[in-house]
């Protein structure tokens, strides 16, 4: 389809129709030269005199050139336009992060694999969220791991494949034998703080209590709840365990109520896939479609064919000027 960025140039067509009805022609003082065959003067030339001035008359054809060059001229100040079909783009506005639990207690063998043969609860969560990210196509997905001290493993990103991979490579102990639940949190604001997205949605699996966060958990998911973040909280093993490896649900159930998000305690694999199952449904995928037309530039075309015009105009004149010089010079010669 074909288009105007600029239609409103087209108020400028009457513009030199104006300009010779209301301005006066210019006027230009020369030396006059007296000669015996005026009257043949202005006969060879065609130019009609007049009391003291001699206006210049424009052939019909040279009109029609000019009035032409100026209908190109306005078309390519136009900015005329080829719109392409439109194109979609599907853009996110949700962001989610995994906080995922790498502390030693997830070296517990607790779980099953998908074959029912024990696994470690790192290795069912890893085969779990590997599933969970499979099906967030369309979604930009971070992952943070904590231990020790919380650590981003990959930034926001809708490259989930890579999300899958480096979460394949982590293991237990790689961030510190010690849990700093509320510290991770807080790494989480942070990534946040640089997200333009409208939804911000944090996932947090974790098996023990904090015990290393220089943070407290209520006071980071207070701040979360400032900032408009959602944390879901999932609590992997048993919560009969005592020790530094007890399972803190009053915390995580906390975080869970103030940011706005649900608790969910996950026994073993089964139970651990139909929560990441439940929060799929949850957080639904918000994507919105972005649609624009390509448009090409045509100005060149009607500036090109003025151009063209002018120069063809001007050739045409002056092989007829030549033309017309040639008999004149004949007929001297043989008068002399």
């Known amino acids: 389809m074909l ?11 009457p513009l030199p129709w104006l300009v010779h009805r209301f301005v006066p022609p210019l006027a230009e003082r020369r030396p006059d030269l007296r000669v015996p065959f005026f009257e043949r003067l202005v006969h060879l030339t065609g130019e009609v005199p007049r009391v003291g001035a001699v206006v210049a008359r424009r052939t019909p054809w040279r009109s029609g050139v000019l009035v032409a060059c100026w209908l190109l001229t306005l078309v390519a100040l136009a900015r005329p336009q080829r719109v ?29 694999d998908a074959a029912g043969r024990p696994t470690d609860r790192l290795t069912a ?40 991979e480096l979460l394949r490579e982590t293991a237990v102990g790689m961030a510190g034998p010690r849990t700093a639940l509320g510290d991770a949190i807080g790494l989480g604001i942070t990534l946040f703080d640089r997200s333009g997205a409208r939804a911000r949605t944090i996932i947090a699996l974790t098996d023990g209590n904090d015990t290393a966060s220089r943070v407290p958990p209520a006071e980071a998911a207070r701040v979360a709840k400032d900032k408009g973040i959602v944390v879901h909280a999932v609590a992997i093993g048993d919560p009969a365990t005592v020790g530094e490896e007890k399972l803190d649900e009053a915390a995580l159930r906390d975080i869970a109520t103030v940011t706005g998000g649900g608790f969910y305690r996950a026994l073993d694999r089964d139970a ?17 479609t972005v649609t624009f037309r390509p448009r090409t530039d045509l100005y060149w075309i009607p500036l090109g064919l003025a151009l063209l015009l002018s120069m063809a ?12 010089r040639a008999p004149r010079a004949v007929e001297s010669r043989g008068t002399a």
Not at 313 to 324: H, M
């Open 84 to 112: 392409e079909a439109p194109l979609h783009r599907d853009q996110p506005t949700r962001d989610l992060l995994l906080l995922v639990d790498l502390s030693g207690s997830m070296d517990a063998r607790d779980f099953r």
């Open 272 to 288: 651990l896939a139909g929560i990441y199952r439940l929060l799929d449904a949850v957080e639904t995928r918000r994507i919105e």
């Open 313 to 324: 105009a001007q050739a045409l004149g002056l092989a007829l000027a030549s033309r017309r």
């Open 3 to 13: 288009t105007f960025a600029y239609p409103w140039v087209a108020l400028l067509l």
């Open 125 to 164: 969560v890893k085969e779990i969220l590997d599933d969970f990210l499979a099906r967030r196509r369309g979604d930009r997905v971070g992952v943070a791991v904590f231990g020790d001290a919380p650590f981003t493993l990959v930034p926001f990103t809708t490259d989930l494949a890579l999300c899958r």
